[in-house]
């Protein structure tokens, strides 16, 4: 089944450590999203890519950077993670990015940090 | 800019009864809305979207959205709850106009009483 992949599902990291999220997919979408997700909150965007154009929103902290090295892969990267970075990070695609289009999440990773 | 605004953060209704989400919207051009569930500890998966076609709504799991713009509404139904109903509800919103990401409401948490 064509799918929204993320590794892992659950990633310790201590405060101030670098840490990567992955995320794959099988459906050949053209577009890429990152979304952070706080306990009992609404899904945030962060960023997205559009094939290789990426797209920040104005209100991500600089922190937070993602790299999509194919089409398949994309990677958010947190460069030195705090305390509040303590979320659920999902993943989504879309075929083109459009207003009408259904965006497929994938599970999401939770990060928890020491 | 556009939002939605969910009403009850809790919802509790027991097994076989009706279920009513509540999801107003605030848009100066046509919206384009919809209803995702989060199952615990997964991503979201999209039950149904309104982009102006008709404005009764069918969606998985018998779900079902009626769009009434006069009351900038987009309320989530279910005739007879099931336990598997327990999750988490995200009514969203995107226009086709200016910044066309899609903006999430708060979330409302259905509980099923046995």
């Known amino acids: 089944d064509a799918m929204v992949i993320q590794n892992p599902r659950y990633q310790v990291t201590q405060f101030g450590k670098p840490v990567t999220l992955s995320c794959s997919q099988t459906?050949?979408?053209?577009?890429m999203y990152w979304y952070q997700q706080k306990s009992s909150q609404a899904p945030k965007l962060l960023f997205h890519y559009y094939d290789k154009d990426f797209n920040n929103e104005a209100d991500t902290p600089d922190n937070f950077q993602s790299r999509r090295p194919n089409t398949s892969f994309c990677f958010l990267d947190i460069r030195s993670p705090g305390l509040g970075d303590a979320a659920m990070y999902l993943c989504?695609?879309?075929?083109?990015?459009?207003?009408?289009?259904?965006?497929?999440f994938g599970p999401g990773t939770r990060l928890l940090v020491l | 800019a556009q939002s939605v605004t969910q009403l009850g953060s809790h919802v509790s209704v027991s097994e076989g009864a009706l279920v009513l989400l509540r999801c107003n919207y605030s848009s100066s051009v046509p919206p384009y809305l919809f209803w995702y569930v989060q199952y615990p500890n997964q991503g979201l998966q999209l039950l149904l979207k309104y982009t102006s076609a008709a404005t009764l709504v069918k969606g998985i799991n018998g779900f079902e959205a009626e769009f009434k713009k006069s009351e900038t509404s987009f309320h989530l139904t279910k005739p007879s709850a099931h336990m598997s109903d327990a999750a988490e509800y995200f009514c969203?919103?995107?226009?086709?106009?200016?910044?066309?990401?899609?903006?999430f409401g708060t979330g409302t948490r259905l509980t099923i009483i046995p």
């Open positions: 989504a695609t879309s075929t083109e990015g459009r207003y009408q289009e259904t965006q497929y």
């Open positions: 459906l050949n979408h053209n577009v």
């Open positions: 969203a919103v995107t226009v086709n106009f200016g910044n066309e990401k899609l903006t």
